[in-house]
């Protein structure tokens, strides 16, 4: 399962983050992920501009009821990469555990890319999801989101002009289980709409009884 969001970042608030990434200081991906498969740079997590920025993204994700409703975030970690000419992530499966170091970890359920650069700007550096029903090529405007299972193999094509920028994460849900998250994100769908298509309702009400229940049999916190 993957949610893909459109416009989760306005225009002006794709161009603040760019103009903080063209500013800031870049380190090598490499850090973060085997030379072999990755090469790319990542923005400089200690630089006050990115942590503005880094905020920014995740307030914007934490206010689409669409993609809580999804994920079920417990825990988030967020960081900018940016692939140059010639730069690239051949095809991998991330890491079950993310974070700063053993004890600050988290658990990989889910992972995002947030695209910051148009696809005309530039060549190449499409995504590319190996889902069950073959490959997935993704390539959105910027501002919008996608979020997939961190256990499906993903891969960045090789950049061939210009340079694509990208938000990138991983999440931690309540529900560990894709099963349990999918049957929780799909009653919670379920009850928007219904107080969608009629506000007068009483059901939603027991929706929620239903959906609050489940959390307390699985979410783990
Ligand atoms: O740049 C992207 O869209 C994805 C990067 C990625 O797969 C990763 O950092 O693990
Ligand atoms: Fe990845």
Redesign the pocket.
Known sequence: MMLQLDNLLKKQEVARIRETLARAPYES?TT??KKTL?N?LQADKGDQEVQVATRAVLNRMFARPEFTGFAMPRNVTLMF?R?DVGMT?KD?M?AALMGPSQTQALRADL?F?VFLTDPEEYQGGD?ILQSPFGEQRIKKSAGSFMCYPSDML???DPVTEGT?W?A?GWIQSFLREPRQRAMIAHLEDLRRRLVHDHPDSPYPEEFAQIHQNLLRMWAEV
């Open positions: 991906g973060s992920g990755k790319n990469n692939y992530y991998h991330d992972s890319t995504f993903h891969r960045v694509r990208a990138v």
